[in-house]
């Protein structure tokens, strides 16, 4: 292979590298993005928060800019050591997303029964009416709240997961976020006057 050839793959494989870099850039604002305007959405799930999608794509965000610096700087000053730290990063990547991938397809039933069971933990144990926390660290209450105003839903798999929580012991209360389209006269919303519950 002559020169011409030579250059012409090293300026190819420079520009694929940047490419990967500025779309792990995205990625790294996006996640830092996520931080900032969803703060304390991961306090859902505590024990599962570095899978939270801010963390997830921080990560990846983070990963692309190093092994994509790696590689464009190494094909560009023709430097060895940084074209092998290149591709024993994207040999460790490729085996990390595949073994993690894997794994996540083996045990999905089990992931989903995990994540239910944990945020309706929450509910029970952590939802509390009158703490809203701050502007920097929403509570799990106004978490909740803005969860379910956001999405027009309520509880985790239905209503009756805020049934007897420990803000409410042996009431059948909802929180006022809640989403519901029919009266019933049996359920009313969280909070002393008893606004009548709308099913």
């Known amino acids: 292979m002559g020169r011409t050839g030579y ?16 779309c792990g850039s995205v990625f790294l ?7 900032l305007c969803y703060q304390g959405y991961a306090t859902l799930l505590p024990e599962h928060a570095a899978l ?20 464009c700087c190494g094909a560009w000053f023709q430097s060895r050591c940084l ?8 040999v460790i990547l490729f085996l990390s997303e595949f073994l993690v991938g894997s794994l996540a397809f083996v045990f999905r039933g089990g992931l989903t029964k995990t994540v239910v069971n944990e945020l309706k933990t929450g509910i029970e144990k952590h939802y509390n009416a009158s703490d809203r926390g701050g502007f920097a660290a929403p509570s799990v209450a106004a978490i909740w709240d803005n969860l379910q105003s956001d999405l027009h839903c309520c509880g ?3 209503y009756e997961d805020w049934y007897a929580i420990s803000s409410w012991p042996e009431e059948r209360w909802v929180p006022q976020s809640c989403c519901r389209s029919r009266y019933n006269e049996t359920e ?3 909070g002393s006057d ?6």
């Open 29 to 35: 604002a996006a996640g830092i993005w996520l931080k």
């Open 83 to 90: 074209l092998i730290s290149y591709f024993s990063l994207v």
């Open 188 to 190: 009313w919303y969280e």
């Open 194 to 199: 008893r606004t009548p519950y709308i099913e």
């Open 156 to 158: 985790v798999t239905s």
């Open 52 to 71: 939270s999608a801010d963390c997830l794509f921080i990560t990846v965000g983070v990963l692309s800019v190093v092994v994509s610096f790696f590689g």
């Open 7 to 22: 250059t012409c793959i090293r300026r190819t494989f420079c520009w694929l590298n940047l490419i990967v870099w500025l």
